[in-house]
């Protein structure tokens, strides 16, 4: 049973080729440097790079047969209106041309199911998805029974690794650069803690001010850049770590599960594994976004139950 996918919610435009928990071929077309010079995505010119990428994806394809493909799987929602558009309009005319059927797939639950490439999710799970649109808990009880049982109420954390990385001028995208500081830091750190008010939502806006404001009266020649970048991360990945706690101590699962472009983030994948006796990381390559995911996210939640 062989599925193409197809990931075009964000910046990224990705297509897999999958068979059974396996990857045939994938290909992931970046558009970071274009958007980079913008500090962030600009979604029109984001739908215009899958326009153009989504065709040159294809063609790398060519030396496999994609008549043989069963289905055709498709981020649907959530997403930049005009890139998820983009994706659909390619499906819809691959599904004609090649008289296969699409199987729709949410990119959270994409970003969820990543996990089975490498590890057998205990049900039911805990999801902690954390990536440059969302923060969310799920409680997953199977592959077709799964809800939010908490969400950030501002921010998603990327974002906010985005915001801080752009006011330190670290660059775009932001979580990797700060990741990296965090990682060779050996210094103090400034206060920057979140409290945990004990509900499974979440908040960042009084970090990202108290950051903003910090910033304001820093010295750019000084060590505090990393100062701040290094405290800001320990803050951050500590409030994380603290809400998952939160969603265990209530649901008592069997599996804890991280994903989304954040879990690609070294500190929060070593704190998360100390949690629970599953916890589950993804493997880096599918942290962020990516096809591969969808492809077995429509397996599991469409084909294995058949
Ligand atoms: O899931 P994703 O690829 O795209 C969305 O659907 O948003 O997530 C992108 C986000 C960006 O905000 C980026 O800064 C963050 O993931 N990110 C990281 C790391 N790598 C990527 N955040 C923290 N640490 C990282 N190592
Ligand atoms: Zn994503």
């Known amino acids: 049973m062989k599925i193409l996918s197809i990931e075009t919610s964000h910046d990224d435009t990705s297509l897999a080729l999958y068979e059974d928990k396996k990857i045939i071929f994938e290909v992931n077309m970046s558009q970071t440097e274009f958007h980079k010079t913008y500090g962030g995505t600009i979604p029109e010119y984001a739908s215009r790079g899958h326009y153009t990428n989504l065709y040159s994806a294809l063609e790398s ?8 493909i069963d289905y055709i799987a498709l981020t649907v929602m959530p997403g930049l ?12 005319a691959l599904s004609i041309s090649l008289n296969k059927p699409i199987i729709e797939v949410n990119h959270m639950h994409g970003h969820i199911f990543a996990i089975e490439f490498n590890h057998e999710i205990k049900y039911p799970a805990i ?10 808990l799920w409680y997953v009880k199977s592959p077709n029974e799964l809800e939010i049982v908490g969400q950030t109420s501002d921010d998603a954390a990327g974002e906010v690794y985005d915001k801080v990385a752009r006011r ?4 775009f995208p932001g979580g990797p650069q700060i990741d990296k500081i965090f990682s060779e830091y050996k210094g103090e750190y400034f206060d920057f803690s979140l409290k945990n008010d004990g509900s499974l939502d979440f908040s960042f806006s009084g970090l990202k001010t108290k950051i903003l404001n910090y910033t304001n009266n820093f010295d750019k020649e000084s060590q505090n850049t990393k100062q701040i970048a290094a405290s800001f991360q320990l ?8 809400k998952t706690k939160s969603a265990i101590e209530k649901y008592n699962p069997e599996s804890i599960i991280l994903g989304g472009g954040v879990s690609a983030n070294d500190y929060l994948r070593k704190e998360f594994l100390k949690i629970h006796k599953n916890a589950l990381v993804p493997e880096k390559r599918y942290s962020t976004d990516n096809a ?15």
């Open 292 to 306: 591969a995911m969808i492809a077995i996210c429509a397996h599991l939640q469409h084909i294995t139950k058949q």
């Open 61 to 68: 394809m060519k030396e496999y047969d994609i008549e043989t």
């Open 127 to 136: 999801a902690l998805i954390v990536s440059g649109g969302h923060t969310q």
């Open 235 to 242: 803050s951050i990945v500590n409030y994380l770590i603290s």
């Open 81 to 92: 209106v005009g890139s998820l558009n983009m994706g659909k309009v390619f499906a819809n």
């Open 168 to 171: 330190l001028n670290l660059g």
